[in-house]
Every structure is written in C-alpha cells, then in structure tokens.
C-alpha cells in the first residue's frame, strides 16, 4: 500500500485519542481555556455523566468572529506569542484541544466579546464547521458538547458508569479551583448542585486556606501547615498536613507546576521522602503545594494532556520540596491533629446525656453494686448513652452505665484506686502551668500520664512519647558522623539488573554510600560490596533491587534510609518506657520536658499521636455549662 497523507478529520480523531479520555478530559481543556480567558465565574452542566451533553460557561473576554473560526482549526493558538516552547504562561498553548473534541463530538460555541453588539455562535459536526451566525449572549463565552464519542463508539464501552464520570468531573473541577481561589466554580450535573465554590477574598495564603477548606474539608483546614519557601529560580508555598492527619490513598495530594495541576512521579517522590519517619509506611499525607519555576527551566510539553513535567534541575526540586516540608513539620511539632481531640470530645459527648430533671437536695437513689471493681453502675435515667453512641478510643472506655431493675442507694465511682500515682496536694508552680505540656498530675491504668497546664488537660501516651524521644536522639547520634558505619562484605554481591535499574542506581550511588552502601559498576550487573552495619543481617540482592525499582519509578529512593530509620524506630520501641510501669511524679515531668524539646514528639514513630489536648472550653462542653 502507498504511504498517502490521512485526512484532517481522522488526523483529529487520532489526536483526541491522546487528549480525549473521558468527560473529566472535556472539562480540564475547556476549564482551563476559560481560565486563560480572564474569566471570574465558571459553570458547568453535566447529563449522563457527560456523555450526553458538557456545557462550560464563562464570563472571560469571549471572541470576535476572526478568532471564533480559527478556534476549532488544529494547532490554532493565541497563547503561545513568539515560538519558544518553553515560555508558555498560560494553561494551554498546543492548540489541539477544540479541533479534537469537535472530531469525536458534537460542538457548539457561541461566544460574545465586552463591546460587541452581539454574541457569535458556531457549530462543528463530525469536522464539519458551520457558517458563523449571530446569536444571543452576554460577555463571555458557551461552550457545549453533545454527544461525545458518538463518531468513535468504540470508546464509549470503556467509560465507567454516570457517577463515577461525575465523579472523575468534579475532583478534576476541584484541582483547578484550588489553584484558582479567586475564581467561582459551579459544578451541575442532571439538573443537581455537584459543586459550589464562590471566589475567596483577601491575600492568596488565605484565599488558599479558605479554598482548601470548602475542597478538602474542614478538617485538613485545622490540621495543616503552611510550606513557604526558595531557592534559585524556584519557590514552594502551600500547605501539608500534621503528620497524625494522614490518610489511606494518595488522592488527598494537590500538586501544582506554575499553577498547573500535575500528577509527577518526583514530587510524589519527594512528598514521600518528606514524611519518612514520621509517617506509616502504608499512610499517605494530604497537601497543597505549589511550585513555581522558571518557564524555561520546566518542560510542561511532554504529553499531550500537559499533566507530566521534566525539569531541568530535578535534584534541585526535589532537595527544595524535602526542605521546605521537613522544616515545617518541625515547626510545627508544638501541633498535634487536632481532629483527635474534636473526634475524642464528640464522642465522649455523645456517651451522656444531661440530666433532664430538676436538682433537689433529696439523695441519689441507691442501686444495686456493679460487678465491676472499679466502677458502680449509675440508674439509666440519671445517666444515659446516646442512641447515636460511637464506641470510643479504648483509653476512654469504661464499663457502660446500664439499667438495673431495683432502685437502692447511689455510690460514688471510686476513682481513686484507677489511678497509679497522684500528685500531692499542693499549689501548682504558675510557671510550670504555661510550659507547653504542663505539669504532671497522675498517671492513669500505668500507661497515660494526666497534665495540667493554665487552661487544658493533656493525656499523654508515656510509651508512645518516649518511643519519639528515644528515636530522635538514636537519629542524633547516626547524624554525627556523615558517613553511617558499613560492614565490608566478605564476598561481594552480584545484583543483575536491567540497564534502566542499573543507570539510575549508579547515579546515586554517591549519595548511597554515605548512608554505609557500596555499589560499584560490574559489567551488566553491580557489585555490592559493604552495607549498612545497621542492616547487616538484611537481604541484599533484595534490597539492591526493590532500591532499583524505586529510583526508577519515583526518581529518587529513601529505601536504605528508610531500613535504616525502622531499624532504629524497633531499637526505639524495645527501649522505651512500656506501657503498664509506673512512674513517679518526677518521672513524668521529666518525660514531659524531653518531649517539648524532641523533634516530632507530636507523633510516635508510626504517625499516630503521642498525646492528646483537651481546654476547658471542651471539658465544659461535655458538661453542658
């Protein structure tokens, strides 16, 4: 067969097979074409999940007839001025976006500049344009997709049902709006409000936090820090979570390339990197960061849907990002997820209800005695669960107050004897009370020491804290020399690896051998020949491998570092205090005071919180005063 040219309509229909995936697809182009318009307020309408019909309205500057008929023609642009590829400042440049959704759907625009007497409209059918006609509108531009994959049907059996198209449209809605807080977003679909985000108002930090709250939720809002710094020609601001707010997936991580919603392997990667040690391994952050970097120093050309990037300096990225964050986690380790404590005061609230009858000086009625040693049962009238009870943490839970069938006399809870050590009575050091965990007054079933400070209860989990200190100060000292203790190998290790593993092992090879690991080229393979000393019971060709896979998926790797920090993280745990021993009163301040000057002493060593807040706003809250 003779090599002939294909015509434009199928050379369209090829390119909205690389731009044009789904309904989300449809929305990302044409939303951020608005965006790139100037516009102020974006709505979009949906109908079966977009496939029958994609309405994106804006109120930008719109088209004149000129512009409107060059729009739908392939590689027809207005934002890229000159011809250098790397100076885009705008959401989009190729130019293939329009002529490729016309080729697999059908178009409709209608668009109205500012001073125009009246608005244009122009349709497009199967790569057939119609003439442009005058129609009705105000400022701004309307663009509708009917229809879509109706000339390629074969793509519709790979959508997913209507909801989880919806889906897909709003999380894609919702990247955008977070990078754009200034901008009204308005998500429809089968005639239902999806989304609702007014533009915020004030400096962008707080613009951002409030555009972060309406997406994310409350609850990231309350528990995230702000990430703010630079280097070179790159800067990184943002917010990421405490690490005891953390999360199952990945989903909850917004990253942003000069405002541009990204999903790149070496940010993940350094995201990753950030919360090592103080985050499970199988737990996930949630952030929302922004990098921005000198045009020319980043390629946002590399794929068609503009969703991957390459930069020029990655090492410089990735040292920026792991910087920056780990900086702000310990600024923040004064802070611990403060939904714990919200989470701990709910449920508590909802295991009692108030006393609904008047007070009167007769006495409380006698019942019969719990089995219980510790606790007596109250009469289920006086104190009640809630129908809506959620079982609390288990350091909370006590024996349930039931109903029993005879009234008698009431006793008080001997709470006196659920209590290893109490503090003497006698006047708090005022100073003592402002220290930032307080001041010791019992420790509670040998495992959770209460301190008081001026205006909260703290419950710490002794094991937990110490678990922290211990670590830190084992990290300390593996710090002190720049170079971690290797074991030499008696017999070398040869590691086959594929060409790809192998180049990008061997680049960081450097690097690995200050943490005590020694990879040297070996023909096709590599040799390894010293180790950690503290991980040199470990399996290496193993190791040598899963490292491998990891430089070449995220770019860079934190496995050995990684082996090393659970290494010390299990040293840590044998070591501490153990939950269960009792410690006198000077014992816990001490451990008090060691905890307010560890690094992440918020949160043990698998992200859980080492201790919990509770102010007398919430106490009284509990008591309904």
């Excluded at 990667?269 to 120093?297: Q, T, W």
């Excluded at 200190?469 to 971690?484: C, G």
């Amino acid at each position: 067969m003779p090599i002939r040219i294909l015509p434009s309509n199928l050379v369209n229909q090829i390119a909205a097979g690389e731009v044009i995936e789904r309904p989300a697809s449809v929305i990302k182009e044409l939303v951020e074409n608005a965006i790139d318009a100037g516009a102020h307020q974006i709505t979009v309408t949906l109908k079966s999940g977009g496939k029958t019909l994609i309405m994106v309205e804006d109120d930008g500057k719109g088209m004149d007839e000129q512009d409107l008929t060059l729009a739908v023609e392939r590689h027809a642009t207005s934002k890229l001025a000159g011809n250098d590829l790397f100076d885009i400042k705008f959401l989009g440049f190729r130019g293939e976006a329009l002529p490729s959704i016309a080729s697999v759907a059908k178009l409709k625009i209608t668009t109205r500049q500012k001073d125009a007497e009246t608005a244009l409209t122009l349709e497009v059918n199967g790569g057939e344009k119609s003439p442009v006609r005058p129609a009705s509108r105000n400022p701004g531009t309307t663009i509708e997709v009917r229809d879509l994959f109706y000339t390629t049907p074969a793509r519709l059996k790979f959508l997913k049902t209507d909801t989880a198209e919806v889906g897909a449209c709003a999380d894609i809605i919702n990247r955008i709006a977070l990078a754009n807080p200034n901008i009204s977003f308005y998500l429809y679909a089968d005639e239902k409000k999806k989304i609702a985000l007014t533009s915020a108002a004030g400096d962008l930090f707080d613009a951002r936090l409030k555009r972060a709250a309406e997406v994310m939720g409350k609850d990231f809002s309350e528990n995230a820090l702000e990430v703010s710094a630079s280097r070179e020609e790159m800067s990184l601001t943002g917010l990421v979570s405490l690490p005891t707010y953390n999360k199952a997936n990945s989903l909850s991580q917004y990253l942003f390339v000069n405002n541009r919603p990204v999903k790149d392997k070496l940010l993940l990667g350094a995201l990753k990197g950030a919360y090592a040690g103080v985050l499970e391994i199988s737990r996930y952050p949630a952030c929302v960061l922004f990098l921005e970097v000198n045009p020319m120093r980043v390629d946002v050309n590399v794929h068609p849907t503009k969703a991957e990037v390459r930069f020029y300096d990655q090492q410089g990225v990735r040292s920026l990002l792991v910087g920056a964050i780990r900086k702000t986690l310990l600024n923040g380790d004064n802070k611990t997820s403060s939904t714990a404590s919200a989470t701990l005061l709910t449920e508590l609230a909802q295991n009692v209800e108030p006393y609904s009858q008047p007070f009167t000086t007769s006495p409380l009625p006698i019942l019969e005695e719990a089995e219980t040693n510790d606790f007596k049962e109250y009469d289920q009238d006086f104190l009640a669960p809630s129908a809506t009870h959620t079982p609390s943490p288990a350091f909370f839970q006590q024996p349930r107050f039931t109903k029993n069938t005879s009234r008698g006399t009431g006793v008080l809870p001997e709470l006196t004897t659920a209590y290893s050590v109490k503090t003497e009575q006698k006047e708090d050091d005022e100073d003592s009370l402002t220290l930032p965990l307080g001041v010791a007054k019992a420790q509670f079933h040998d495992t959770y020491i209460l301190s008081q400070t001026a205006d909260a209860l703290i419950l710490i989990d002794q094991h937990a804290a110490h678990e922290r200190i211990v670590l830190e100060k084992f990290k300390q000292a593996l710090s002190q020399s720049q170079t971690l203790p290797a074991q030499l190998l008696l017999i070398p290790e040869i590691v086959d690896l594929s060409l790809t593993e192998k180049t990008a092992l061997l680049e960081e090879a450097p690097g690995l051998q200050k943490l005590g690991l020694k990879i040297t080229d070996f023909g096709a393979s590599v040799m390894v020949s010293e180790i950690p000393a503290l991980i040199k019971d470990a399996p290496i060709k193993k190791l040598i491998q899963d490292l491998a896979a990891e430089l070449v998926e995220w770019g860079a790797s934190t496995l050995v570092e990684d082996k090393i920090n659970h290494l010390a993280a299990t040293f840590a745990c044998h070591g501490s205090v153990r939950a269960g021993r009792r410690l006198n009163i000077d014992e816990m301040n001490h451990l008090l005071r060691e905890m307010e000057k560890t690094p992440h002493a918020a949160e043990c060593n698998h992200g859980r919180p080492t201790y919990v807040t509770l102010t007398l706003k919430d106490l009284e809250k509990l008591f309904h005063r």
